[in-house]
């Protein structure tokens, strides 16, 4: 099966650069991905890791360790429209049409 | 412009009763998916189809059915067998990176 952990909520402000940690015990999966929701909204795709290592994608940036069944997503600049809640995914290996989605952490963006 | 789309935003029903939410896409995609996501938590996967005419069980399909009788639609059915049905469904679909979900704007449905 597919477990994932992240923290319920983090609080950072305007302007700081916060890391939303994604711990997750696995199967086996192709890889991690990160979707951002805002209150009542549709999630939305920011990224996605096949690989270790960092992927860039303007101010937001996510990581991957599968060593260490471990994952991040890092936001920089933080502006008050990014508070939302935020959840990594996994695909898994056995299914690649199957996601598991963490539980979500909520950002709270303070001026 | 292209998208997806889920009718109603708000669906309420009398326990006991089916209902069928839709769900469209114009993304000429092939695959789609619904999940169920209940107050502070994640996404839980119900049914998914990778082509028409094809669909699997996710995780928690027990009381729903579906059918992908055309690509652009994949209504989902929460019968009278779902013994909590109330929740936000969510369906999406993916393309050519097939790891990039597109999600439609919800259905919140509310069963008394």
């Known amino acids: 099966g597919q477990s994932l952990e992240q923290p319920s909520e983090v609080t950072a402000v305007e302007g700081a650069i916060v890391q939303i940690n994604c711990t997750y015990q696995t199967s086996g999966f192709y890889g991690l991905s990160w979707y951002q929701q805002h209150d009542g909204g549709a999630p939305t795709f920011l990224s996605y890791n096949a690989l270790d290592g960092l992927e860039e994608t303007g101010r937001f940036s996510s990581f991957l360790s599968r060593s260490d069944s471990y994952g991040y997503l890092l936001l920089q600049e933080l502006q008050m429209k990014d508070s939302a809640s935020y959840f990594c995914a996994v695909r898994d290996r056995a299914n690649f049409n199957k996601f598991y989605f963490g539980s979500g952490t909520k950002l709270n963006v303070k001026p | 412009d292209g998208g997806i789309t889920q009718s109603p935003k708000y669906l309420f029903r009398k326990e006991g009763q089916n209902v069928t939410l839709s769900c469209e896409q114009n993304?000429?995609?092939?695959?789609m998916y619904w999940y169920r996501q209940d107050p502070g938590q994640g996404l839980r996967l119900i049914y998914y189809?990778?082509?028409?005419?094809?669909?699997q069980k996710g995780d928690i399909a027990e009381g729903y059915s579906v059918s992908r009788e055309k690509k652009e639609s994949f209504p989902l059915t929460v019968t009278s067998a779902q013994k909590n049905p109330t929740a936000f469904y969510l369906c999406?679909?993916?393309?050519?990176?097939?790891?990039?979900?597109?999600f439609g704007p919800g259905t919140r449905l509310t069963v008394t």
């Open positions: 999406a679909s993916s393309g050519d990176k097939d790891y990039e979900q597109y």
């Open positions: 189809s990778q082509i028409v005419n094809d669909f």
């Open positions: 993304l000429n995609h092939d695959a």
